[in-house]
């Protein structure tokens, strides 16, 4: 599925193949949160990194989170690139150099319709601000931090996978 995504001034315009559209994960650890706003939370989907396609970007900026590991006295740089537009600061994709093959729209930035999932996931809760509210529920499958289970395996196993 061909999906389209822009930021809010309209400056930057991309477009990407998707095999999993389903926004169905919500993520609340705090570089999510801070950096692409929404209820306390971002919803990543993955495209195929060979079609994305973008115009305008000499207005994509590019940021790395500091992270601090456990125990761990420095801080290091994340190798999660989140691309956002530097004139409205909209959050468009992210991207990471040890999965080349896979880019992640934020949903918040797709403009092409999308289903709607019969179910979610919410992740990173240990991370939620106390202010988020994190769906309970049949229909809400909780984790702590990350899942086993990829955005690809998760519609695979839902026969949710678009050819």
Same mark, same amino acid.
């Given at each position: 599925?061909?999906?389209?995504?822009? +930021?809010? +001034?309209?400056?930057?315009?991309?477009? *990407?193949? !998707?095999?999993? $559209?389903?926004?169905?994960?919500? +993520? @609340?650890? !705090?570089?999510? /949160?801070?950096?692409?706003?929404?209820?306390? @939370?971002? %919803?990543?989907?993955?495209?195929?990194?060979?079609?994305?396609?973008?115009?305008?970007?000499?207005?994509? !900026? %590019?940021? /790395?989170?500091? #992270?601090?590991? =456990?125990?761990?006295?420095?801080?290091?740089?994340?190798?999660?690139? /989140?691309?956002? +537009?530097?004139?409205?600061?909209?959050?468009?994709?992210?991207?990471? =150099?040890?999965?080349?093959?896979? *880019?992640?729209?934020?949903?918040?930035?797709?403009?092409? =319709?999308?289903?709607? $999932?019969?179910?979610?996931? &919410? #992740?990173?809760?240990? @991370?939620?601000? =106390?202010?988020?509210?994190?769906? &309970?529920?049949?229909?809400?499958?909780?984790? /702590?931090?990350? $899942?086993?289970? !990829?955005?690809?395996?998760?519609?695979?196993?839902?026969?949710? &996978?678009?050819?």
């Amino acid at each position: 599925m061909r999906l389209d995504g822009s +930021c809010h +001034c309209g400056a930057v315009k991309f477009s *990407v193949e !998707s095999h999993t $559209p389903q926004p169905y994960m919500r +993520c @609340y650890c !705090s570089i999510c /949160r801070k950096t692409a706003g929404g209820g306390g @939370y971002a %919803i990543n989907i993955m495209g195929d990194t060979a079609t994305l396609k973008v115009r305008g970007l000499e207005n994509v !900026s %590019i940021y /790395r989170a500091r #992270i601090k590991e =456990p125990d761990a006295k420095r801080q290091t740089r994340s190798q999660g690139r /989140r691309h956002f +537009c530097a004139k409205c600061g909209s959050a468009l994709w992210a991207w990471d =150099p040890r999965w080349k093959e896979w *880019v992640y729209p934020f949903a918040s930035a797709i403009d092409t =319709p999308l289903p709607k $999932p019969a179910a979610e996931v &919410e #992740i990173m809760i240990d @991370y939620a601000a =106390p202010w988020a509210e994190v769906p &309970e529920g049949a229909k809400h499958e909780h984790f /702590r931090e990350y $899942p086993n289970e !990829s955005i690809a395996d998760w519609h695979k196993k839902r026969g949710l &996978e678009i050819a």
